[in-house]
């Protein structure tokens, strides 16, 4: 009877031990649950959105509008050489009925040389003279019929005639004119006359 008893005790703590054991040791299956559950992913790294840089402010091309911002004034269209030179020689001729001198020399080049009405030779000198002895009081003095004749950039042929009014020296009045051919050359921008003829016509 003893080891009938004796057996049974073994096999009743065998069971026992078995079932404590398996309540202690959690099932393999239920723990990868488990932790399978409990893992969170991580989540991937979101990228920022790239900031795209302000673009610069561009310079109008042609074509476009342009800005509302009135312009600056244009400058003053530059005279013709027939205008300026026809300018030259009414300047001349009013230089000589007002005894304007600083015109006159303004206007004559310090290599002129010209023939007078009465035949004589004149360099820059001669005519300044001749203007300087003038003590006739003019009435009016025009130049008419003005010719300008271009032969390069800057060098240019006028012919014309002057016509003067008023009264001489001598208290007598007179009525004269003169044809010329002014020869005109351009140095450093300005237009001035290297060789002239003269005749007088009536006077």
């Excluded at 026992?16 to 959690?26: D, L, N, V």
């Excluded at 400058?75 to 300026?84: C, G, L, T, Y």
């Excluded at 230089?95 to 040389?113: I, K, P, R």
Aim: glycine share 6%.
């Amino acid at each position: 009877m003893k080891p009938i008893i004796s057996f049974v005790v073994v096999a009743a703590l065998s069971l026992i031990g078995s079932a404590i054991a398996q309540e202690e040791s959690p099932s393999p299956s239920a723990g990868e649950e488990k932790a399978s559950a409990t893992v969170e992913e991580t989540p991937a790294a979101t990228t920022a959105p790239e900031s795209k840089p302000t673009p610069a402010p561009q310079e109008k091309t042609a074509g476009q509008k342009k800005s509302a911002t009135p312009s600056a004034e244009k400058p003053a269209k530059k005279m013709s050489v027939e205008a300026a030179l026809k300018d030259n020689e009414n300047r001349w001729e009013a230089a000589y009925a007002a005894h304007d001198l600083s015109t006159v020399e303004s206007l004559v080049a310090n290599d002129f040389a010209g023939v007078y009405w009465d035949g004589k030779i004149m360099s820059r000198s001669s005519v300044i003279a001749e203007a300087k002895k003038d003590k006739d009081t003019y009435q009016s003095a025009k130049n008419e019929k003005l010719a300008v004749h271009i032969y390069g950039p800057n060098v240019a042929v006028v012919v014309g005639t002057a016509h003067e009014k008023g009264t001489g020296k001598d208290g007598k009045p007179f009525d004269r004119t003169f044809r010329f051919t002014d020869t005109w050359t351009e140095r450093n921008g300005q237009w001035q006359c290297v060789a002239s003829q003269v005749m007088k016509l009536r006077g």
